[in-house]
């Protein structure tokens, strides 16, 4: 077998990093070529997701698959290759009236990542994870075979393939329902909430609305826990725009996209400056209630404004842990997950809360199950094993499990959820990883 080009590759949180062949073609018999001549593969779309999903022996990129091939914009539903960029899809859809209808807080991952990692956004609990509005797709096979799959089609292949983690073939385009919209701003509400029990309140209060998210200080402790915001939106209607958002009103001003041009040094995020953050995002927002018109980059992608914001991190990179506990739990197991960071000083300045609704039992490799999710940015240093270990021992006690999309180093029971998906040829080191763990313990 001849290894075309082995360069170091790693994901968003720059951990870790390896050394394995990285493949990219457009062409289908040069990828069948590709997968019949090595032994362990996996799919690879844009890298914006954590830890080591979508890495393995021998990678097969799919950024050469980025061609869109049909707009229907009477029905509208849009057809493209795997690896076009949810960015690219916002371009063509957002100023002929249109938007996803699930979206994560990126916009720079691909159409056949988000299938494999059956992606959920701020409105889950409204309208569940990406693959409610995925109408069929097109998969390739450890045979080299392209499979049409769909809830009528080969079906048992789609809702395996659905949170599948590329475990069962390369997507190679797909299809998808979008949602109507008459601008492309959102109404926004933000609600400051001084502890635990108060945010807790606000989500139950805001269910009715589309899109629910919280930022969490997860330093504070005390009658301070959980001091938070709540961000609720709705897509904007025209009337409700502003005299110059009105004129253009699916139309957005270019932005400047400032860089960080370097990894910062390791000793710029500790738990005084993290600190620090936390009191001035939280402070920032002077009053309890704060209602505005925002643009759908502002609300959907905030941190898609600076351009390579992972080097924050440092060359030793981060991790991001997201878990879920069942709603009855939800508060209970909150409150000890907060309080077993605080105490440890090992702190996330971005720290997100989210609801989810009701998980769709046929999509049984999908992360989302009804209750809230937390997701925490760590940096990589020597305290964090220890941590994520008693992290994993308080969502398994109360009954939750681990996003693999953002994964790296959990307990396999938390994260051994896949089902029909064993398969020799698509493997990741995840997969191995988890696997390895298993028959350690």
């Known amino acids: 077998m001849k290894v075309d080009f082995v360069q170091k590759v790693s994901n968003w949180g720059n951990f870790p990093v390896v050394e394995k062949e990285l493949k990219s073609e457009d062409s289908l018999i040069k990828i069948q070529d590709f997968i019949k001549s090595r032994n362990e593969v996996i799919a690879r779309g844009n890298g914006r997701c954590y830890g080591d999903a979508s890495l393995s022996e021998h990678i097969f990129s799919t950024k050469r698959l980025n061609k869109f091939i049909s707009f229907d914009r009477l029905n509208g539903i849009i057809e493209c290759e795997s690896g076009v960029m949810l960015s690219e899809v916002l371009k063509v859809i957002v100023p002929q009236g249109f938007f996803l209808y699930v979206t994560p807080g990126t916009k720079f991952i691909t159409v056949g990542g988000a299938i494999a990692s059956d992606v959920h956004g701020k409105n889950h609990h409204a309208e569940g994870c990406f693959s409610e509005y995925i109408i069929d797709f097109s998969l390739l096979n450890e045979t080299g075979e392209v499979l049409r799959c769909s809830r009528t089609e080969n079906e048992d292949k789609f809702w395996a393939t659905i949170g599948g983690m590329g475990l069962t073939g390369i997507i190679l385009q797909a299809r998808f329902q979008l949602k109507n919209i008459e601008t492309a701003y959102i109404r926004q509400e933000s609600l400051k909430a001084r502890n635990l029990d108060e945010i807790f309140r606000l989500f139950d209060e805001s269910e009715s609305w589309t899109y629910n998210v919280a930022w969490i200080d997860c330093l ?153 999710t937390l997701a925490l940015d760590f940096k990589v240093n020597s305290k964090l094993k220890k941590l994520v270990s008693q992290l994993d021992e308080i969502v398994e006690e109360f009954g939750g499990r681990i996003y693999l999309t953002k994964d790296s180093m959990s307990k396999p029971s938390l994260t051994n959820y896949l089902q029909n998906v064993q398969n020799p040829k698509f493997v990741s080191l995840q997969q191995k990883r988890i696997s390895s763990n298993q028959q350690n313990s």
């Open 220 to 372: 504070q402790k005390g009658e301070n826990l959980g001091r938070s915001i709540l961000l609720r939106g709705e897509h904007a209607f025209r009337h409700e725009l502003g005299a110059k958002m009105v004129q253009k009103p699916l139309r957005l001003k270019k932005k400047f996209i400032p860089r960080i041009p370097f990894y910062f040094p390791g000793f710029v995020l500790n738990k005084f400056t993290v600190k620090l953050f936390n009191y001035l995002y939280y402070n920032q927002q002077r009053r309890t209630e704060l209602k505005n018109i925002v643009d759908y980059e502002s609300f959907f992608y905030p941190l898609d404004v600076v351009e390579d914001w992972n080097r924050i991190y440092g060359k030793a990179g981060f991790i991001q842990y997201q878990m879920v506990i069942p709603k009855e739990n939800g508060k209970a197991g909150m409150r000890k997950i907060l309080e077993t960071i605080a105490a440890s000083g090992n702190g996330s300045f971005l720290a997100v809360l989210k609801l989810f609704g009701k998980n769709n039992p046929l999509a049984y490799n999908s992360f989302p199950m009804e209750g809230y």
